[in-house]
């Protein structure tokens, strides 16, 4: 256990609809993470919080959005969902905002959209 | 950009020895880590590597050599609980881990 806990497990949408995903960081970490991981493949860099700042960003779309609250918890959030955001989404945590090479990742969120 | 590339599959029996290669291109490079994770589970961190050289934990060794832009991470004494996703990953500044996009090691008795 990692002390990274994500709601909910499991989520089923259908395509147009919008999502929010959340993640409690482990204690004393002022990072997240938000990853993307289809079935099979490695997990995809969605974006960093750092201090309620982003803090870096990947290859995704702007309607993948973020926020992260003055307790460290973070949510993501993706509107008009479409049939390819079927996958586990990551939350992991860390502690500093630069270098993170230990992250802690949460059970994940399995979302699938119909 | 940055890309990395692993083996998709190893396969091996309980006991054996096992090498995880990884080559990398990015810039910005800080360092090279390694997760294992087992279906349906999230992933676990194993080892990091920043400079040139072996790191030892247990049964697990990881190496990295920066000028060849090459990693491995090395399983010893395989065990079935071992069977599980081995990923690479580059740190970069001012970002977060990139995965390479993993290889699913298979131990049978």
């Known amino acids: 256990e990692t002390g990274v806990t994500q709601s909910p497990t499991h989520l089923i949408k259908t395509r147009g609809q919008q999502v929010t995903l959340r993640c409690s960081s482990q204690?004393?970490?002022?990072?997240v993470s938000w990853y993307q991981q289809a079935l099979g493949q490695g997990p995809q860099f969605i974006f960093q919080y750092y201090r309620e700042e982003e803090n870096g960003r990947g290859n995704f779309p702007p309607r993948f959005s973020g926020l992260q609250f003055p307790n460290y918890s973070s949510e993501l959030n993706v509107n008009a969902l479409e049939l390819d955001d079927s996958a586990l989404y990551l939350c992991a945590s860390s502690l500093g905002g630069g270098q993170n090479e230990k992250l802690f990742f949460g059970s994940g969120t399995q979302l699938s959209v119909l | 950009g940055q890309s990395l590339e692993q083996p998709s599959e190893v396969t091996a029996v309980e006991g054996a020895i096992v090498q995880i290669n990884c080559t990398y291109q990015?810039?910005?490079?800080?360092?090279l880590s390694w997760y294992q994770q087992h279906d349906g589970g999230a992933p676990t961190f194993l080892s990091y590597n920043a400079l040139d050289g072996l790191e030892e934990t247990g049964r697990f060794s990881s190496f990295l050599s920066r000028s060849d832009s090459y990693g491995y991470l090395l399983l010893q004494e395989l065990q079935m609980k071992d069977s599980a996703s081995y990923f690479c990953?580059?740190?970069?500044?001012?970002?977060?881990?990139?995965f390479g996009k993993g290889t699913t090691l298979s131990v049978s008795s």
């Open positions: 204690s004393g970490h002022n990072t």
């Open positions: 990953a580059v740190g970069q500044a001012g970002t977060a881990l990139i």
């Open positions: 990015t810039s910005g490079f800080y360092g």
